[in-house]
């Protein structure tokens, strides 16, 4: 069984947020995974923009990638103890569709405690093989 991780600490501001989109699409190619990798950049923005959006501070975030075999687990931990919300969807307010994204797209996800912060995380299987 083979692991590959890695962890990137970054500010949490808008510029992160395409910076942890790019961590993780290179990081999965160059892991050669065998998971979507529009899939993983698409879910990593949203988490890291929740953090620039509704944490914000002078602490780091930190972006957290995991393979191992079949699977991939992509977290983001930041200070605040406040957990992500899946909102229904309403024509008055156009945003808050992120958390929904990640329920509808990663296989499982979930929020856990973290150093009196949150880690909040997502796994995606790999993409199957038709050939």
């Known amino acids: 069984m083979s692991t590959r991780t890695a962890s990137v600490d970054l500010f949490p501001t808008a510029a992160s947020v395409p910076a942890a989109r790019h961590v993780t699409v290179e990081l999965l190619r160059a892991w ?18 929740n953090v620039v959006d509704h944490v914000g501070g002078g602490d780091c975030l930190t972006l957290e990638l995991e393979l191992s075999d079949d699977w991939l ?32 797209i990663a296989d499982r996800w979930g929020v856990e405690d973290h150093r009196g912060g949150k880690r909040v995380w997502f796994e995606l299987l790999p993409v199957a093989d038709d050939g």
Do not use: K, N
């Open 32 to 49: 050669g995974a065998p998971h979507d990798r529009d899939d993983a950049a698409l879910l990593v923005t949203e988490l890291v923009a």
């Open 73 to 104: 687990r992509i977290s983001v931990v930041d200070g605040s103890s406040v957990r992500p919300v899946i909102r229904e969807l309403t024509l008055d307010r156009p945003r808050g569709r992120g958390m929904r994204m990640v329920q509808a």
